[in-house]
């Protein structure tokens, strides 16, 4: 896929998030070529431009002779290499190394055509530099990921070579690379920006996205096995309301249960109202999912920013030395915001489905079997199952205050308000993470309760649902080791393999 900075959609970036190859097109080669030579003439015209003969941060007054400029750039690279934790992972490392690569195609960044090339080569041979996800508060955008980046291809640290980690310097022997060597303004133009908290926020969108998707499913698959009533998913009840998102929702779920026998069986019942957890799911999840909807714009938009510090204007090769504007384009709030979203989209997407599965395991409530076991009292069926996706609730609900609002000064003040966007990415992706769990398990509830019901079945849309559920979670009869069952339906959600497909394009 040949990439053009300037038309990224959300599409093209799930595509890039799921692995598919990628390089810059030539236009944007010709734009990274013209603002390299705009640098050139700002260091040969001796203009003083903050990171390209200064020092940085609160050294920003300090001027570096021009002997020494290389030595600035080698020394930023190292100095901001101060990372600590679980290394990110591989899929996420390289769509940072893509977001850095659509980033400096814009043209206003003044690296060398060496320096994308480099990047390149790194996504062409699988090889990922193994980078501490600890370390950035969005401050200057994520310093010490970024430069950890780059101290790879310098000789440091240690790069995953289609899964196998080596040491930087004999991994770069292995890759046929020499150790890079910067030129003026490349280390800032590399270190600045929002690329690994914007890389970690978009895998817990998509991630979110499929959780939802699944999430969706599990509720309509509940609302068979509950024998609950369709009537809530009456469109003109959401279309007197107007959102967006319960709209698409309610849509979904009267399409998912329709056709259902056990639906059609129970149709004079006299049941008036099922609980909020069935019969608001398009109220819950349709807000749900027009937050997801806004968090995708924005990482949209920010997925080929320019985002790093001073720009450079004036770089179409037309005579003068340019112009290096030094402003904030580096400050990750916009992530941090949408970060904040997906968290509390997701830990309520989870949150009402732990309800749901609470209902069905309730005889008092569902009329089905107590913990959905034909032989309760020496079988415990569905019980803990259901505390451990309460437990994953609880973590969820903890992890949802909102990073975004929160500060800490750095850099002796000059970077007095910073983002928290790397913080708010991380907690969004554990609660994607999480929320699969929850979801995993209502699915074995789900269907559990709809085999209550046979001969009677569920639709021709949820039975390939009930299906994949029983193919990792067979018929509960009487108890038995529920870890792995439960892990794999996890896995599955993460996976995308079951749910209504890609929601946020729709």
Known sequence: MRLNPETIDLATLRRLWQGEAASLDEAAMRRVAAAAASVERIVASGETVYGVNTGFGLLANTRIPDERLAELQRNLILSHSAGLGEPLPRHVTRLMIVLKLLGLGRGFSGVRLAIVEVLQGLLDRDAMPVIPSQGSVGASGDLAPLAHLIAALMGHGSIDIA?????APAALRLLGLEPLELAPKEGLALINGTQASAAIALDALFTG??????AIAAGALSVDALKGSAKPFDPRISALRGQPGQIRVAAEIAALLEGSEILASHGRCGRVQDPYSFRCQPQVMGAALDLLASAARTLTIEAAAVTDNPIVFGAGGEEGSGTAISGGNFHGQPVAFAADMIS???????????RRTAVLIDPKLSGLPPFLSEDSGVNSGLMIPQVTAAALVAENRSLAFPASVDSIPTSAGQEDHVAMSPIAAIKAARIA???AGIVAVELIAAAQGVDCHAPLKTSARLQPIHSKVRALSPHLTSDRYWADEMAALQAAVLAGEIGVGDVLDS
């Open 163 to 167: 899964g196998d980690i080596v040491a």
């Open 209 to 214: 996205e499929r959780v939802f998707a699944a």
């Open 344 to 354: 509390l989209a997701l830990c309520e997407v989870g949150s009402i489905a732990e």
């Open 433 to 435: 993470r999480n929320a």
